[in-house]
């Protein structure tokens, strides 16, 4: 649940993280008369291409507002513009906590390269400290930070203190990733996010009846379309014209790497997740969804041990029959009643199998 870049700002904000002076168009940040003008949309690299403009004036504003309304940056469309002050910047840092999966825990990481993507930053210039989960942050790691950013003596104490809250918003927020690229080091001797990006843990969800009031969820109007109907997607190559549903993110995972390794290019993936159990009623809105990018090719690839392939098949039947899709379908479903969900797919002309090797041959063929 990735947020919006003034949504991580408001949340930095709260827990204590100076931020500058913004508002969403078309309001204005008070007092202020020089302006970023952001476009905001969750893909990356938006300052190369446009999404970042700087204006001097209110009247030059309105203009690059309307330039950046209704852009689309990797399918992600503008739905608005977050204004705020220009600062005068003497240096830039990389700051962030995220998860660290292999090691089970949060890391912080942290670089005075700045205002940089993180993977062209060299491994000499990158500070990687894993987070106890037990012991948490501790003072000895704060003075780490402070002396591998190299910040002038009387700022040291305000990163430090950027640094604790950070990690604290990390925990109480349930966030698996919160970046600050750049905070910057003003001219006055201010430290300030200039950038904020958080993503959220979906699965914390029924905690947090906060998150109500952020915006779309998802990275991607067909993303977030999926995840309206109860399920996960990945949109990975926009150029591709295969999508690809499976029965759980592990499949999921393991699905998409077999398929690229055979060379297909793969539009978007799709985690039913619990919607394999709901029937026609959770499969109706992923399959128009689906429909609506046209695909060449859908392959359904779905393992389950302890749900039964009949249910699902009917399930599909019926959501195909409300939502059909174009181009070839390629269905792999193995586990309970197996036999009978073929028998219920086969008269909507599918490829059916029951073995992967199989199924993907069968893709190979129809791609």
């Not at 203190?161 to 698996?176: G, Y």
């Not at 201010?190 to 029924?206: E, H, M």
């Not at 195909?320 to 028998?343: E, H, S």
Request: with cysteine.
């Amino acid at each position: 649940m990735q947020l919006y870049e003034f949504e991580g700002k408001r949340l930095f904000a709260a827990h204590g993280i100076p931020v500058p002076r913004g508002a969403v168009w078309p309001d204005l940040p008070a007092g202020v008369e020089r302006y970023v003008a952001k476009a905001q949309v969750r893909s990356g690299g938006r300052g190369k291409r446009g999404g970042i403009r700087f204006i001097d004036g209110k009247a030059a504003l309105a203009t690059a507002v309307t330039a950046l309304s209704g852009r689309s940056f990797d399918g992600d469309t503008v739905g608005c513009v977050y204004v705020e002050e220009r600062l005068e910047i003497a240096s830039e840092f990389y700051l962030a906590v995220a998860i660290a999966r292999e090691a089970r825990c949060r890391i912080i990481l942290a670089s005075p390269s700045g205002g940089v993507d993180i993977e062209a930053v060299p491994p000499d210039r990158l500070l990687k400290l894993p987070i106890n989960p037990l012991l948490g942050l501790r003072p000895f790691m704060t003075r780490r930070i402070v002396d591998f950013l190299a910040v002038p003596t009387r700022t040291a104490a305000a990163l430090a203190e950027i640094v604790s809250r950070l990690v604290a918003l990390a925990a109480r927020e349930d966030a698996e990733l919160a970046e600050i690229n750049p905070l910057v080091l003003t001219t006055d001797g201010k430290l300030i996010a200039v950038d904020a990006k958080v993503r959220l843990d979906g699965n914390a969800r029924f905690r947090h009846p906060e998150w109500q009031a952020y915006g779309r969820t998802a990275g991607t109007p067909f993303e977030a379309a999926i995840e309206a109907a109860g399920s996960v997607a990945i949109e990975v190559d926009p150029a591709g014209d295969m999508i690809a549903v499976m029965s759980g993110a592990g499949l999921m995972m393991a699905t998409l790497d077999l398929l690229t390794a055979q060379g297909q290019r793969v539009r978007a993936v799709i985690d039913l997740g619990g919607v394999v159990l709901r029937g026609a009623e959770g499969l109706t809105p992923v399959f128009r969804a689906v429909a609506a990018l046209r695909p060449k090719l859908t392959f359904i690839n779905a393992y389950l041990q302890t749900a039964l392939c009949d249910e699902l098949a009917r399930g599909i039947a019926e959501a195909y029959a409300a939502a059909p899709f174009p181009g070839a379908t390629v269905v792999r479903l193995k586990g309970r009643n197996a036999d009978q969900a073929q028998g219920i797919l086969r008269p909507l002309g599918f490829a059916l199998h029951a073995e992967l090797p199989a199924a993907l041959a069968a893709v190979a063929a129809s791609s």
